[in-house]
């Protein structure tokens, strides 16, 4: 079963404009990791942020963490058309093994 | 570096037959693991393999087996197909079993049992 929501399901947004992307999870975690996947296929790790951070940048993605909510959010920004894709969050309790996906979120940027 | 590689691409089964898919892993990497994701859904994780065994499973019925070789490539195998077992099939792997590093996915294997 999914252990993650996410929120939006999806969205549709302007080049240029910021995305952002929630996920909740049920359990505790040694930490939550972010995917895109590109027209069902294979997926891509964006970005991990652990049980002890609460913020992480890599390029245009920041994602926070608050584990006393058992939240995340993914935040990309200035989006571009190639960012279009489906974005999940993974979470895992041992180690970076046995990912528990959410239901991903369906992102669509208009040039 | 070829990066981690499956096959077949898309496979079409009849309901009642079996299917094997096939997972190389990146170089470098000893560990597989298997993910089901059916359509609109987030994968969910099927097994582990490692040095040979299965290490862990997830929430699927002994239909679903699977196997690991010297060279660390594993098959999945499923037995007495269902229409719901129609899904995209993602092999990832990693270093170092339970414990090990950051997974990295192949483009999967769309299976439709029809």
């Known amino acids: 079963s999914q252990q993650g929501e996410e929120d939006p399901q999806a969205l549709s947004i302007q080049e240029g404009e910021n995305a952002t992307m929630n996920c909740s999870y049920k359990?505790?975690?040694?930490?939550l990791q972010w995917y895109r996947q590109n027209s069902g296929r294979g997926l891509v790790h964006l970005i991990l942020i652990r049980s002890n951070e609460r913020e992480k940048h890599s390029g245009r993605l920041r994602v926070t963490l608050d584990t006393s909510k058992k939240s995340s959010s993914l935040l990309i920004t200035a989006s571009r058309a190639a960012d279009t894709a489906s974005y999940f969050c993974a979470t895992s309790n041992t180690g970076f093994q046995k990912l528990v996906f959410g239901t991903g979120t369906r992102l669509l940027v208009s040039p | 570096d070829a990066g981690v590689t499956q096959s077949p691409t898309h496979l079409i089964k009849t309901r009642g037959q079996q299917v094997t898919l096939r997972c190389s892993p990146k170089s470098g990497h000893d560990t597989v693991s298997w993910y089901q994701q059916a359509l609109g859904q987030g994968p969910q994780f099927i097994f582990q393999y490692y040095e040979e065994e299965e290490r862990q499973r997830g929430n699927f019925p002994d239909r679903f087996s699977g196997h690991q070789f010297p060279n660390y490539s594993s098959e999945l195998n499923v037995n007495a197909l269902l229409l719901g077992d129609s899904a995209l099939y993602l092999c990832a792997s990693s270093r170092g079993g339970l414990q090990g590093t950051l997974a990295f996915f192949g483009q999967g294997t769309r299976l439709t049992v029809v």
């Open positions: 359990t505790s975690i040694n930490n």
